[in-house]
């Protein structure tokens, strides 16, 4: 069995500072991790997703992940946060065999502050 | 190219009555998926679709929910005799195979008074 788990549904943070989105995972298999970023009224779009090569993946927009083995984490950065990231972010995990049935967490509301 | 769409973007509809809610799929995509996100229950599996093989019903929520894919392409997932907790939105996914992305199409808001 697999499962998400996003630390603070919501976050604020000042335009420029750094952006951090918490993502701890569990997964009975080894896991493919998926970061996906929701606009208001929009479908899913991949931010960035690590499928066991390199454990830093780099996304689209800036951000980036590191997969930790020894925490079960996959946390979401980017060193200076735009307005334009406003939006809802979700942590998901998928077996790396067999069928890729996203499994979510239950998402970051992210505030960007002028 | 175009991604995926989904038809309608709302429906609103009277408890007990069904409704039909249609995925069209990135061309050339074999699998789709099909997801809902509600406030409760944030956002779920529900079923998905390989090619010609079986489909994966393991997140279906009850009996009343049901779907197909016609011709490896466009998909109908179908809600029975609605209920005030079938509201969300239900969403649809398509990937080149199992193991590739899954793009997302924007969704269907449904609404069931």
């Known amino acids: 069995a697999q499962s998400v788990t996003q630390l603070g549904s919501h976050v604020s943070v000042s335009e420029g500072a750094l952006v951090l989105l918490r993502c701890n995972y569990s997964?009975?298999?080894?896991?493919?991790l998926f970061w996906y970023v929701q606009y208001p009224n929009q479908g899913l779009q991949l931010l960035l997703k690590?499928?066991?090569?390199?454990?830093l993946v780099k996304g689209i927009n800036g951000f980036e992940a590191e997969f930790k083995k020894s925490e079960t984490s996959f946390h979401l950065t980017k060193p200076s946060a735009h307005m334009s990231d406003a939006a809802e972010y979700f942590c998901?995990?998928?077996?790396?065999?067999?069928?890729?049935?996203?499994?979510f967490g239950q998402g970051t509301r992210l505030t960007i502050n002028p | 190219g175009a991604g995926v769409s989904q038809s309608p973007s709302n429906k609103v509809t009277e408890k007990g009555k069904d409704v039909e809610l249609r995925c069209d799929p990135i061309?050339?995509?074999?699998?789709l998926y099909w997801y809902r996100q509600s406030l409760g229950q944030g956002l779920e599996f529900l079923i998905y679709?390989?090619?010609?093989?079986?489909?994966?019903k393991s997140g279906l929520p009850s009996d009343r929910f049901s779907a197909e894919r016609t011709g490896g392409s466009v998909s109908t997932l179908t809600i029975q005799r609605t209920q005030q907790e079938d509201s969300a939105v239900y969403l649809c996914?398509?990937?080149?195979?199992?193991?590739?992305?899954?793009?997302f199409g924007p969704g269907t808001r449904l609404t069931v008074l």
């Open positions: 996914a398509s990937s080149l195979g199992l193991a590739f992305e899954q793009f």
């Open positions: 997964s009975s298999v080894p896991p493919y």
């Open positions: 690590y499928t066991s090569a390199a454990t």
């Open positions: 998901a995990v998928s077996p790396l065999q067999g069928a890729q049935k996203l499994v």
């Open positions: 061309s050339g995509h074999t699998a």
């Open positions: 679709f390989q090619g010609n093989s079986a489909p994966d």
